[in-house]
């Protein structure tokens, strides 16, 4: 049973550029949510995909974008990166449903932005 | 809007002492409640989780958390712990609203267990 899985597990990008990475959920689930773990804090939600929408979303800037495609995987897109935007990103997937509150997490892509 | 505090950042205990996480949450609508561990270099992993019910949970690895709503806290704990439980550990909430359950994390506690 594939967990879920994130790509790439690291990136280094500089200041201004663009990024995407993916993220494919868990056999079975069919909604993905994406949360931001600046170092030594605790993960941030972004947003969260459901029948191909973003369904909630938290408080974070439009320059964060993203997408879920009908097999369910989904990607995140960040604009014009910023320094502070260095974090590991970390992708959940759930099961809309009786068990929808729990979400299993991917290891997370770690973006280095310089 | 819901907020969680982890009272420690730093917990230090010695194998085989019993240890406490504390964690308190405060929000106007009800609430689940949830204990991830983080292991370096991997993502989140679910230790145990609160809907309804009995207040005290039981998870994995040995861990428990009693849920007090009169003090809105939710601490884990376990008896007796390993080398090997040396991890971050993060309290979460989400709201009870049937749709979405967005986790809102506390900021982590880190658990050094020495011998």
Do not use: M
Request: charge should be negative.
């Amino acid at each position: 049973d594939a967990g879920v899985t994130q790509s790439p597990t690291h990136l280094i990008k500089t200041r201004g550029q663009q990024v995407t990475l993916r993220c494919s959920p868990k056999s079975g689930h069919d909604t993905v949510s994406w949360y931001q773990q600046a170092l030594g804090q605790g993960p941030q939600f972004i947003f969260q995909y459901y029948e191909e929408e973003e369904r909630q979303r938290g408080n974070f800037p439009d320059r964060f974008s993203g997408h879920q495609f009908p097999n369910y995987s989904s990607e995140l897109n960040v604009n014009a990166l910023l320094l502070g935007d260095s974090a590991l990103y970390l992708c959940a997937s759930s099961l809309e449903g009786q068990s929808s509150y729990e979400q299993y997490f991917g290891p997370g892509t770690r973006l280095t932005v310089t | 809007a819901q907020s969680v505090t982890q009272l420690d950042s730093q917990v230090p205990v010695f194998e085989e002492a019993p240890v406490e996480l504390r964690c308190n949450y405060s929000s106007s609508v009800s609430v689940y409640l949830f204990w991830y561990v983080q292991y370096p270099n991997q993502g989140l992993q679910l230790l145990l989780k609160y809907l309804s019910g009995s207040t005290l949970v039981k998870g994995i690895n040995g861990f428990e958390a009693e849920f007090n709503k009169s003090q809105t806290s939710f601490h884990l704990r376990k008896p007796s712990v390993h080398i090997s439980d040396t991890a971050e550990y993060f309290c979460a909430v989400s709201e009870n609203s049937n749709s979405g359950y967005a986790l809102n994390f506390g900021k982590g506690t880190s658990l050094l267990v020495t011998p």
